[in-house]
């Protein structure tokens, strides 16, 4: 029975590693990452469904507050 904290071996340092690496590959996982650190794996939820991916676009090149003018201004224009 262990009663302490477990040594980190160097071989525990390299498998996380290397399972860091394969993660940073995918570009699935990639993109889930960017997401959550710029917070948008909630795009507002009065973005219509077709306009998210603009968001995303437009936050990725600039911030969410101009993604957010900007599709607001494409929502106005579709409605006139």
Do not use: C
């Not at 690496?21 to 889930?32: A, G, H, V, Y």
């Not at 990452?33 to 973005?47: D, E, I, M, T, Y």
């Not at 306009?51 to 607001?72: C, G, S, T």
Request: proline share 5%.
């Amino acid at each position: 029975m262990r009663t302490g904290p477990r040594q980190i071996t160097e071989a525990d340092r390299e498998r996380r590693r290397q399972h860091a690496i394969r993660l940073n590959r995918d570009p699935e996982m990639r993109k889930r990452q960017w997401l959550s650190r710029r917070n948008l794996a909630g795009v507002p939820g009065w973005v219509p469904a077709e306009l998210r991916d603009e968001f995303i676009e437009v936050a990725r090149l600039n911030d969410e507050f101009v993604a957010a003018r900007y599709v607001r201004g494409l929502l106005a224009e579709l409605r006139a």
